[in-house]
């Protein structure tokens, strides 16, 4: 008996889910990185540790400043990086929904800004972490400038359907 082709058995279905998957695989991929840093407890240092220890699955520094500078600077790293795959990804669909790119560019800081409010308050149930309002200026700094520099990175063209970039 033959069977009847579905909509899951067509070209068009697979091609659709891959491309959501090149597109929205790293966003999710990122966003599930940053809720698993986020769950790491933070340990007062073994006595005699000079250097770094680890807490959980995160290095830390036992000098303050040091540990300050990477964390901050991972924070504005980390957030540059998603809030450039979310436009990546906005940009891609836009065009189908008619989404400019300076519309997909705020849409990314929003959708960031939003996650960096959500993980700072998944941080304060974290043992040892707390939220921080200065984190969340960090996240901005990033997901700002990369915002701003992946709407340079896009031809204007693209929000009138045209080719261009990404």
């Known amino acids: 008996m033959a069977t009847i082709p579905t909509e899951r058995d067509q070209p068009a279905y697979h091609a659709a889910r891959w491309r959501f998957m090149l597109y929205w695989g790293p966003v999710i991929g990122l966003m599930a990185l940053i809720f698993f840093a986020s769950a790491q407890p933070k340990y007062d240092a073994p006595p005699g540790t000079t250097t770094v220890y680890m807490s959980g699955s995160l290095p830390v520094f036992v000098d303050y400043s040091l540990n300050t500078l990477i964390k901050k600077s991972a924070h504005v790293i980390t957030y540059a990086v998603f809030a450039t795959l979310i436009m990546r990804a906005l940009v891609a669909y836009g065009r189908q929904y008619g989404i400019s790119v300076r519309e997909a560019s705020l849409l990314a800081l929003v959708i960031a800004m939003s996650y960096a409010l959500t993980d700072e308050l998944h941080q304060a149930y974290v043992i ?35 080719g261009g970039g990404g």
């Open 128 to 162: 040892g972490r707390h939220s921080s309002v200065l984190d969340i200026g960090f996240d901005f700094v990033g997901a700002a400038t990369a915002s701003l520099w992946a709407r340079r990175f896009y031809s204007p063209s693209l929000s009138h359907g045209e």
